[in-house]
């Protein structure tokens, strides 16, 4: 097999996120004291990428031996983490220099972790996607306990890494007995053989630990036990980086090999995701609303949204995965929002987390309590904003893969789901008291946010600009 | 010869041993010890269907799994390191500062 440089030149995207990278490595090592010069780096080839991936939107293709997929869907989700890195490392630079522990390592792992992701994407063999996913866990360890003088932070690095690892043993075992089965890890090949394996006792329990390993990076119920303890400890940034950034990838996964290549063994795996997106969206609705911690309740609330794009994945049809397609955008811009605002009003050593800390907040900022409102509503599902249409398309996925009482216990759960986001904007504006004293966001970091608001708003007006996009992947 | 099926259950049992070891053990590193022993058991197989088919992509596998396990190694005791500076103990069930 030979590499040749078309292959990196329609891979651009992902080797530039790598180039950065390491890039990065030699400036952090040369300029340890200014981590501001880091993040400057590290931003440009993140924007330079994110062009290259939209640029690239049409030209589907493989390269480098049919291991990798290029363009197309790839570069949907490359645009994605893109953005979402640029984000992220806006943010970072006030909250670590809040927390009195900015680094320029924590750049480098980022880049890492986005190219872990890219990777993930771009898929076409399972020793990729088992690649991508490692390389982005291995780096998310170490970012959820970034802030290593924290025991907080210590523990959830732990636990996400005990956990982490213990879901990679299935994912690869289940990888090993699909390879058993098909005798080739190529997932397009394995989609050409898929009608002579697919009643191969291998191959079927294969694709029940591949879907226990991906449900554990999702955080769907019952794989979730980490979700919670990793968000709260983890610093907010990363938090928000992870929620979105990192779901969207697994969730990338999961089209790519259920959607994408397996076909749902004839319809009998797609019950058994219904019944994990069931479950994930009664208990994540329900236990959040028992939280006092605002992180933990976005937490569970994001167990919960991880149920409701299964329920597009469980109808396994091009409906479901443009669905999941356009709610994983419309839930990256909304929960990314209400995490950065988390971390504006966020003090050191964990202060100011509570769901009380936001009484008043409308009077003392009432800029920042509007930007919140709007996620809040927007992550409850109200129609003018992007996340009701998210819903709107998985649960008409899933009515019209006949499984209509998935979409009734989703429309229930996000009844429910209403009250605990709601709370939150009545503490900002009916409950009298003040908050402790909030700081005003930087210029840069409260422009990202009213960005994401914006896109909120502008997705939930105009949807099918995504849906056209995302309609040509399949 | 050594029929494939051998390789397969040994493999299963190792694979099951390792997961009750990552269950019931409370010692972080002996957890860490169970899931080293778990994707050694995948190695396994992915080497006995790739002696088995006469094809070398499992064996490629292998070599990424055990470049991942040493990767995981290191920031898997890097955690434990910084962890145990901080609460000298490294019993899963005293790390327990947040729950729901």
Redesign the interface.
Known sequence: MNIYLSDILSNAPMMIVTVTALVVMIVEATHRTKPIITSYVSLAGLVIAALFAVSNLAGEGQSFGEMVRHGGYANFFGTLFCVVAIMTVILSRDYFEQQKYHRGEFYILLLFTTVGMMLIASANDL?IL??GI?LMS?CL??LA?FI?TK??A??????Y??LG??S??FL??G???I??AV???NLLMIQNLFAVVSNNPLFVIGAGLLIIGLAFKVGAVPFHMWV??VY??APTTVTAFMSTGVKAAAFAAFITVFIRTFDFLGGRVNELIALLAAASMILGNI?AI??TNIK?MLAYSSIAHAGYMLSGIAAGTLDGQVGVMFYLVAYTLMNFGAFAIVSFVERKDDKNLLLDDYIGLSRQQPFLAFLMAVFMFALAGVPPFAGFFGKYYVFFAAIKSQMTWLAIIGVLASLVSAYYYLRVVVLMYFREGHADVVSKPSRTALAVVVVCAVAVLVLGLFPSFIIQVAQRFF | MVPLQAYLILSAIMFIIGAMGVVTRRNAIIVFLSIELMLNSVNLTLVAFSAFFGDATGQVLVFFVMTLAAAEAAVGLAIVIALFRRKQTINLDEINIMKW
Do not use: H, M
Not at chain 1, 154 to 159: G, I, Q, R
């Open positions: 020793i088992f690649l490692e291995v360890y170490v306990g290593r025991e907080r210590n523990e959830a690095a732990l636990k890494f005990l690892a213990f990679t043993g690869l075992y990888i090993a007995l390879y058993g005798g080739t890890t919670p303890d709260e400890g236990v028992a939280q933990r």
